[in-house]
């Protein structure tokens, strides 16, 4: 289904985005990072906060450390500030990328258990489902940040795989 491949080439998509948000993010102030815009989680840091929490719950899955306390619903408030959230998501980009990087195709094979505070119980999916659910995760999220920096007359950076640079 997937490769160590794909997962590194996604890894290095992954630190590339966030290097862009994080440079964008920087520029921001509080008022305009934390103003609720009618998404999901509603602010543009909310919903960063939640991607890197959502990061550090799979990442742990895969890799046996550590794992965020907050649950889901606290997952918007992961991080106090724009300058600490930017640190953490240069952290997890490395544990990330780290991980994706001493993959090889046993490491993608069988399932994975764990319990889902969110679901209330314990799951059992493919591991390969899950690795991709980790990226798409951070795909998803990421656009709509996109949407909102774009709202704001904001233009992120490009966000196509083939312009990733080397």
């Not at 992961?78 to 490491?107: G, H, K, Q, S």
């Not at 505070?117 to 990421?142: D, P």
Request: proline letters at 4%.
């Amino acid at each position: 289904m997937i490769s160590p491949e794909y997962c590194q080439t996604m890894a290095r998509y992954n630190a590339w985005q966030n290097d862009g948000l994080r440079k964008t993010v920087a520029a921001m102030d509080r008022a305009e990072l934390t103003k609720n815009r009618g998404a999901f989680f509603g602010s543009i840091f909310a919903t960063l906060n939640h991607l890197l929490w959502g990061d550090a719950i799979w990442i742990s899955r895969f890799d046996g450390g550590a794992g965020p306390d907050p649950s889901i619903k606290q997952s918007i408030e992961f991080t106090p500030t724009a300058a600490v959230w930017a640190a953490e998501r240069f952290r997890m980009d490395a544990r990330i990328t780290l991980w994706a990087e001493r993959l090889n195709a046993l490491d993608l094979v069988g399932d994975l258990t764990w319990f889902s505070g969110a679901a209330g119980r314990e799951i059992t999916k493919r591991k390969a489902l899950c690795v991709i659910q980790l990226f798409n995760h951070q795909t998803h999220h990421r656009g709509q940040v996109h949407a909102m920096l774009t709202a704001l007359g904001i233009k992120p950076d490009d966000t196509d795989l083939p312009f990733m640079p080397e």
